[in-house]
């Protein structure tokens, strides 16, 4: 009989404790709820207009600039050929595109034309959107 008096003064307790915890939790979900969509850069696909973040994956062109780099820095910084960081895509295609036709650019252009002969349109367009984020 004690325990049955025991359980009935509980029980509206335990009844109270359990939609203080589904009060809590929501107002828990609600303060850890992401306040925005995170795009990865150059998803074309989100559009919540939120932060973005960059790729994860490394452009294609990062590993095809391995050979330029000799030349060029590891940053594109220059030194034995000009300084590529801060081109624009644009800027970077239309001189490779121009070597690789056997174009004179500057006076060392023969330096690029054995460089930019082997490269095909992938290479060009992946090796220029590498360079631009240098
Ligand atoms: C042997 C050294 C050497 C290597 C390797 C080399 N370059 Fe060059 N690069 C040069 C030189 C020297 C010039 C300047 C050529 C001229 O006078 O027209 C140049 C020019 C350029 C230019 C034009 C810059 C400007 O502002 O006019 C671009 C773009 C370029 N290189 C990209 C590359 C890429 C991409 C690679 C790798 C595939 C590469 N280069 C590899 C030496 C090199």
Known sequence: MRILAFICLLFPLIVAAADLTKAQRSAIEERIKPFSEVCVAGDSSCESGGPQVASAEAL???????????????????????????????????????????????????????????????????????????
Do not use: F
């Open 60 to 134: 294609p062109g990062e590993a095809k600039y391995a050979a330029c780099g000799a030349c060029h820095g590891a940053q594109g910084q220059g030194g034995i050929g000009p300084m590529l960081a801060g081109q624009t895509v644009d800027y970077i295609m239309g001189r490779l595109n121009a070597y690789r036709a056997g174009e004179q650019v500057g006076a060392q252009s023969s330096l690029m034309w054995a460089q930019a002969a082997g490269l095909s349109d992938i290479d060009i367009k992946d090796l220029s959107e590498y360079i631009d984020t240098l």
